[in-house]
């Protein structure tokens, strides 16, 4: 079991940055590819990044790459997601995921442990 709370969710104008922690329980969490996901109302759940076990390896959703980091600390239990020139489109509840799947894996069905989310509104 692992169980995931996200905070750093705010108000931010266009242009700005936010960084969203995503902090968890469980002595696996080392074990999981972990993914930031967003969804807007009336809109689906989509992918914004994901980050495989150790670090190595990140992707990226097209909107976002070149303006968002995923980043991980396993002696922490928490991985993090940089957000910077934030665009009005990127207003979304952000949710953090936690799965065995591939690092490319966008599916948020294949994620098994999900947080509350955190929302991100970003003002023009």
């Known amino acids: 079991q692992v169980q995931l709370i996200e905070s750093g969710g705010g108000l931010v104008q266009a242009g700005g940055s936010l960084r969203l922690s995503c902090a968890a329980s469980g002595r696996t969490f080392s074990s999981y590819t972990m993914g930031w996901f967003r969804q807007a109302p009336g809109k689906e759940r989509d992918i914004v990044a994901a980050?495989?076990?150790?670090?190595?390896?990140?992707y990226y959703a097209g909107s976002v790459k070149g303006r968002f980091t995923i980043s991980r600390d396993n002696t922490k239990n928490t991985v993090y997601l940089q957000m910077s020139s934030l665009k009005p489109e990127d207003t979304a509840s952000y949710y953090c995921?936690?799965?065995?799947?591939?690092?490319?894996?966008?599916?948020?069905?294949?994620?098994?442990?999900w947080g509350q989310g955190t929302q991100v509104t970003v003002s023009s």
């Open positions: 995921a936690a799965g065995s799947v591939p690092v490319t894996r966008t599916d948020p069905r294949t994620y098994d442990y």
């Open positions: 980050i495989n076990w150790n670090g190595l390896y990140t």
